[in-house]
């Protein structure tokens, strides 16, 4: 099993919709939790981090779920300018940091 | 965004060239990386460094050697690299390890 696993896309989905994503992570002891967005061929940019208690930011709503171990996503009222990659990043921290990336899942906001 | 700064943002070299990269940032931050994203793959870390020592090697082949002279710069130096290792790399920087990172933009990488 991956460590880190995110359903690849492409979502397509019309403007003024709302979408979702999973981030599934094997490894229990995993302590900070990333979503990250990345356009193509730039960088990966900081969406949000992701708190126990979920977080919220402007149509951004991020949550956690250590029991089922995974991460979710939520874009409500998407926008043109939401077509993106959306990495999760999991850290792990075992005598070292581990930052670990899923493969990003595609998203295509459609006019 | 210029807190993380990479150069040069594209490079082709042949396989028994020397260059280097260079990051710079200029977020006061303790902590910078090496990635490497090649397509249809996820970011794979190379390198940590952490006040300037490093801290994480992630089994990364010997042509590629970090440098991290000072908190603030990164360098990764290549010599005698292979086809496979084209890709984009990424510096990133951290408050400190384990918090959320900051990307520069890049350096594509084409080895001839």
């Known amino acids: 099993r991956k460590e880190v696993e995110q359903d690849p896309g492409p979502f397509n989905v019309p403007e003024g919709a709302t979408v979702a994503f999973n981030c599934t992570y094997s490894n229990s002891a995993s302590q900070s939790f990333f979503w990250y967005r990345q356009d193509c061929r730039k960088e990966p940019k900081l969406l949000m981090s992701v708190y126990s208690s979920g977080n919220e930011d402007g149509r951004f709503t991020a949550q956690l779920n250590r029991a089922s171990q995974y991460i979710s996503l939520l874009i409500r009222d998407s926008k043109l300018s939401d077509s993106a990659t959306y990495l999760c990043?999991?850290?792990?921290?075992?005598?070292?940091?581990?930052?670990?990336f899923g493969t990003g899942t595609r998203l295509k906001v459609l006019a | 965004e210029t807190g993380v700064t990479q150069t040069p943002r594209h490079l082709v070299m042949g396989m028994t060239n020397k260059k280097s990269l260079k990051c710079e940032q200029h977020l006061g931050h303790n902590a910078m990386y090496w990635y490497k994203q090649s397509a249809k793959k996820p970011l794979e870390l190379m390198f940590v460094?952490?006040?300037?020592?490093?801290?994480e090697n992630n089994s990364v082949p010997s042509r590629f050697s970090p440098e991290c002279p000072n908190s603030s710069h990164l360098f990764l130096h290549l010599h005698t690299l292979q086809p496979e290792d084209s890709a984009l790399y990424l510096c990133?920087?951290?408050?400190?390890?384990?918090?959320?990172?900051?990307f520069g933009d890049g350096t594509r990488l084409s080895i001839l």
């Open positions: 460094y952490s006040l300037e020592e490093r801290v």
């Open positions: 990043v999991v850290v792990t921290t075992s005598g070292t940091y581990k930052y670990i």
């Open positions: 990133a920087s951290s408050q400190d390890w384990g918090q959320p990172q900051h």
